[in-house]
Each structure stands twice: as structure tokens, then as C-alpha cells.
């Protein structure tokens, strides 16, 4: 079985920063794609940033310049660094990874069960 577990999530003043983690953990035999996505109250869950094990990202058009995604593959940890936080920005973020394991070989979607991050003065 696999696991993902976020971290990081919080209250922050509109301009500040935080930065989340998400480690995966269990039998695992490959972590592919990692990425970060949020679902704020009444709206759908949308995608914030991916990144490859390669390290190609991709972000939404919202946060560009402003987030930035980052991942460790030894540890396999992804991270988001939030700068210039607005309240917009106000979500549930969830940590979601493609991961083979030993016990399922194939690549299989895995979910976080999401932190909170609210952006109020």
C-alpha cells in the first residue's frame, strides 16, 4: 500500500509564504508524476502544479511566478513553495502521485488527504 501524507498547510497574512510537503511512503517501486491541487468551499478541484521525475513542470495559470514545485526523489517528497499568498489562494490542498509499487506493478493514482491553507489578515 501506498501513502501520501501532506504537510505544511496553515494560516498566513495575504503577501506572506509556505511551503508544503508531501512524502510518499510504502512498498514503493517507482514514483512517477507528483503534482498539487486545491479545492476551495463550493468550487471543483483543480490542478495547482505537476512535476516529472524528470522535472518538467507544468502550473496553472493563476500561480505562475508566484508557486513553485520542487521534488526530491530520493526522499520521494514533493513540494510547494507559495509566495505572494492571496486570499484567492484559500483552499484545501490535496498531494496526488502515479506510483508503481511492488505489490502492484502497474502505475496506479494515489491521493493525499489535503492540508488546509487559509490566506485572511
Known amino acids: 500500500q501506498v501513502q501520501l501524507v501532506e504537510s505544511g498547510g496553515g494560516l498566513v497574512q495575504p503577501g506572506g509564504s509556505l511551503r508544503l510537503s508531501c512524502a510518499a511512503s510504502g512498498s514503493i517501486l517507482r514514483v512517477n508524476s507528483m503534482g498539487w491541487y486545491r479545492q476551495a468551499p463550493g468550487k471543483q478541484r483543480e490542478l495547482v502544479a505537476t512535476?516529472?521525475?524528470?522535472?518538467?513542470?507544468v502550473y496553472l495559470d493563476s500561480v505562475k511566478g508566484r508557486f513553485t514545485i520542487s521534488r526530491d526523489n530520493a526522499k520521494n517528497t514533493v513540494y510547494l513553495r507559495m509566495n505572494s499568498l492571496k486570499p484567492e489562494d484559500t483552499a484545501v490542498y490535496y498531494c496526488n502521485a502515479d506510483v508503481s509499487s511492488v505489490t502492484i506493478l502497474r502505475v496506479m493514482n494515489y491521493w493525499g488527504k489535503g492540508t488546509l491553507v487559509t490566506v485572511s489578515s
Open positions: 512535476i516529472t521525475s524528470g522535472g518538467s513542470t
